[in-house]
């Protein structure tokens, strides 16, 4: 059974800094990444990664946020910086039930379409104001 544990939202100041933490366990695919859901908004793709560690962005991330492992204690991180009220929202982690993408946009795609072919956490709010 694979389960994912999301940790470390919060309240923050624009402009602040915030690290997310997804434990996992019995993940069974290459891919793995964070999505997030505002209020009264369909829930998109924030940033992914394979097996390997390449990563992916969203546009409106990039640069800004940063996705890492820890292949040690099965925890997937997403330092978030310079954080503005844009980014307000529940963020998820997920994994999928071990179907091939063509690249990791189409996983994020095929993920928030069909969320049925993804495992998710439980959510951890984040908040952006001042």
């Known amino acids: 059974q694979v389960q994912l544990v999301e940790s470390g939202g919060g309240l923050v100041q624009p402009g602040g800094s915030l690290r997310l933490s997804c434990k996992f366990s019995g993940l069974d695919s290459y891919m793995i990444g964070w999505f997030r859901q505002a209020p009264g908004k369909k829930r998109e793709g924030v940033s992914c990664?394979?097996?390997?560690?390449?990563?992916y962005y969203v546009d409106s991330v990039k640069g800004r946020f940063t996705i890492t492992r820890d292949h040690d204690n099965d925890i997937l991180f997403l330092q978030m910086n310079n954080l503005k009220a844009e980014d307000t929202a529940v963020y998820y982690c997920a994994t999928d039930h071990d179907f091939t993408p063509l690249n990791f946009r189409e996983w994020i795609e095929v993920l928030t379409t069909s969320p049925q072919f993804g495992f998710w956490g439980q959510g951890t709010q984040v908040t952006v104001s001042s």
């Open positions: 990664m394979d097996s390997d560690d390449n990563t």
